[in-house]
């Protein structure tokens, strides 16, 4: 199947900063809403940030919100992440999402449709 293709993360000092970046394959190529997803061993995975294919909506959870920031050129495929200040509760395998779904794309994604995945990255963040 098709996969998002993923690059960044790492490892760093909390308070430090990291980025990640997603792409999604030409063979996916539609008006995707993109974003991050994390998890934890032994943890199901949750949302972490997300935004709508022309860049006009994005959702942070509550644990990022004023320290990472999404970003994306309207109408491309592209995602990236930049995390700041983080803290050691931030380690974790960050996976990169799509879904489809045109205008309802953003809400199929708040729902955990989830029609592309990445293969995972590792972050992780020492105290």
């Known amino acids: 199947g098709v996969q998002l293709e993923e690059s960044g993360g790492g490892s760093v000092e909390a308070g430090g900063s990291l980025r990640l970046s997603c792409t999604a394959p030409r063979s996916a190529y539609v008006a995707l809403t993109m974003g991050w997803f994390r998890q934890e061993p032994d943890q199901s995975r949750t949302p972490v940030a997300y935004?709508?294919?022309?860049?006009?909506?994005?959702y942070y959870s509550e644990s990022v919100k004023g320290r990472f920031t999404l970003s994306r050129t309207s109408g491309q495929n592209t995602v990236d992440l930049q995390m700041d200040s983080l803290k050691p509760e931030d380690t974790a395998t960050y996976y990169c999402?799509?879904?489809?779904?045109?205008?309802?794309?953003?809400?199929?994604?708040?729902?955990?449709?989830?029609?592309?995945w990445g293969q995972g990255i590792q972050v992780t963040v020492s105290s």
């Open positions: 999402a799509g879904s489809q779904g045109g205008a309802g794309s953003f809400a199929r994604m708040s729902q955990g449709r989830i029609d592309y």
């Open positions: 935004i709508t294919w022309s860049a006009d909506r994005t």
